[in-house]
Antibody, heavy 121, light 108 residues
C-alpha cells in the first residue's frame, strides 16, 4: 500500500529557510518522479518543481530558481524540499506528489498530507 | 504555454449532475487529469487520461475531452462532493504541469 507522509508544520521568520520531508512507503522512490506543489490561502495550486529520484535530475519553476532545492535520500526513501529566503507570501501548504503516467503526460496519483509553512515576523 | 480556464464556481442540488469545464485551445490534443481537494486535505486524483478513474473513485465521476474543452461530470451529486476541483495537463515542452485555476463545487 502506497503511503506518502510529510513532516509537520513549520513557523519561520522572513529570511529564514525551511526544509520539508516527504517519506514514501509501499514503493521505491527511485521508480518515480516527485513534484512539489504549494497552495496559498485562497489560491490555486502552484507547481514548484520536480525531481527524479532515479538520477537526481531536477526541473524547478522559474519563479523559484535560486531559492529552492529538491533532493532525495534513497536509503530512507525520502524526498526533501528546501526553500530559502522565505517571505510572507511563501505562507502556504506544501505538498509532495508522486508522478504517474506516460512520459510527457504525467499526473499525480499519490500525494502527501501537506505541510503548513507559516512565514511571520 | 497552456492556460487552463475553469469557472470559479458551480452550484448544484444534491442528486443532480455537476459539470466542471477546463478550457484551452485544442486541449483535446493533451491528456487531462482532475483532482478533488476538500478543505484541509490533500488533493485526490479522481480522473486521469481524460476519462479513466483510479481504483476507489466512484463511477459517478467521469471525464471527457473534445475540441477546446475538457469536462469533469459528477452524477448524482452528494454533499460530500463539495470541494475544489482542478484540471491539470503536462506541458511537455518545458516538462512541467499546468493547473487550472480551480472550480469550487457548491452543493446547495
Amino acid at each position: 500500500q502506497v503511503q506518502v507522509v510529510q513532516s509537520g508544520g513549520e513557523v519561520k521568520k522572513p529570511g529564514a529557510s525551511v526544509k520539508v520531508s516527504c517519506k514514501a512507503s509501499g514503493y521505491t522512490l527511485t521508480s518515480y518522479g516527485i513534484s512539489w506543489v504549494r497552495r496559498a490561502p485562497g489560491q490555486g495550486p502552484e507547481w514548484m518543481g520536480w525531481i527524479s529520484a532515479y538520477n537526481g535530475h531536477t526541473n524547478y519553476a522559474q519563479k523559484f530558481q535560486g531559492r529552492v532545492s529538491m533532493t532525495t535520500d534513497t536509503s530512507t526513501n525520502t524526498a526533501y524540499l528546501e526553500l530559502r529566503s522565505l517571505r510572507s507570501d511563501d505562507t502556504a501548504e506544501y505538498f509532495c506528489a508522486r508522478h504517474q503516467g506516460d512520459y510527457g503526460e504525467y499526473y499525480f496519483d499519490h500525494w502527501g498530507q501537506g505541510t503548513l509553512v507559516t512565514v511571520s515576523s | 504555454s497552456y492556460v487552463l480556464t475553469q469557472p470559479p464556481s458551480v452550484s448544484v442540488a444534491p442528486g443532480q449532475t455537476a459539470r466542471i469545464t477546463c478550457g484551452e485551445n485544442n486541449i483535446a490534443s493533451k491528456s487531462v487529469h482532475w483532482y478533488q481537494q476538500r478543505p484541509g486535505q490533500a488533493p485526490v486524483l479522481v480522473v486521469y487520461d481524460d476519462s479513466d478513474r483510479p481504483s476507489g473513485i466512484p463511477a459517478r465521476f467521469s471525464g471527457s475531452n473534445s475540441g477546446n474543452t475538457a469536462t469533469l461530470t459528477i452524477s448524482r451529486v452528494e454533499t460530500g462532493d463539495e470541494a475544489d476541483y482542478y484540471c491539470q495537463v503536462w506541458e511537455s515542452g518545458s516538462d512541467h504541469p499546468i493547473f487550472g485555476g480551480g472550480t469550487k463545487l457548491n452543493v446547495l
